[in-house]
């Protein structure tokens, strides 16, 4: 059974919501603050839980800051998993899944309790194929669980842990989304001043 946080959506990102050309499309934008606020919630309910984990397993890009927490707190050994599903028109639309051949880990082959953590679940193709592709390359894992800010109703799959639930048409602007699309000279352009001095 899925562990969740049942507080409304609205206490936990910012209030600006926009809807984008499509009607039917919503986008909820999240500060840096809620982000945060978020990751150290999903925490809270891995650890009232009351299971135990011997490997915190991250999914690149999306969950590298929610296994940085997990693994910081938990004190775990942090693997790190790169996956890419979202990177045609500025990280917005889904296109192949690409999964990495190796694991990074300082700690050998990926095995015993396995907790799978990234941003969110979105149509859930890309968690349900790690999650199979792990079991079948790893012996090794004694049990695999996953934990993710947001769940979206629609997905394929549902989290053993997540701490908000979605409708599916929701859009999220997470804060680290504005370094899609922006280059290295931009970036110097934007901060100029501060460099000259």
């Known amino acids: 059974m899925s562990e969740s946080v049942s507080e409304p959506v609205s206490e936990s990102v910012s ?41 915190i397993l ?3 890009r999306g969950g ?5 927490v997990f693994s910081r707190i938990f004190d775990l050994p942090l693997a790190i998993l790169a996956t890419s599903s979202y990177r045609d028109d500025a990280g917005h639309t889904q296109g192949t899944l690409n999964i ?19 941003d969110m679940v979105d149509s859930g193709q890309t968690l349900d194929l790690v999650c199979k592709h792990l079991l079948y390359t790893y ?14 109703i629609d997905s394929v799959i ?19 989304e504005l370094y899609d699309g922006l280059s290295a000279s931009e970036l110097a ?6 460099l000259a001095s």
């Open 15 to 55: 209030k600006s919501v926009s809807k984008s050309a499509d009607a039917s499309f919503k986008e909820l934008k999240v500060d840096w603050s809620s982000y945060h606020q978020l990751i150290e919630r999903l925490v809270i309910l891995v650890h009232q839980s009351g299971e135990s984990f011997d490997q």
């Open 64 to 68: 590298l800051r929610v296994g940085d």
């Open 158 to 176: 549902e989290p053993d842990y997540f701490v908000e639930k979605l409708s599916g048409n929701l859009w999220i602007d997470q804060p680290f």
């Open 189 to 194: 352009q934007k901060h100029k001043n501060a």
């Open 100 to 118: 990495a051949p190796f694991i990074t880990t300082t700690q050998g082959t990926l095995s015993g309790r396995i907790l799978v953590v990234d």
């Open 139 to 152: 012996p090794g894992i004694a049990s695999l669980k996953t934990a993710v800010l947001w769940y979206k």
């Open 58 to 60: 991250c999914l690149a």
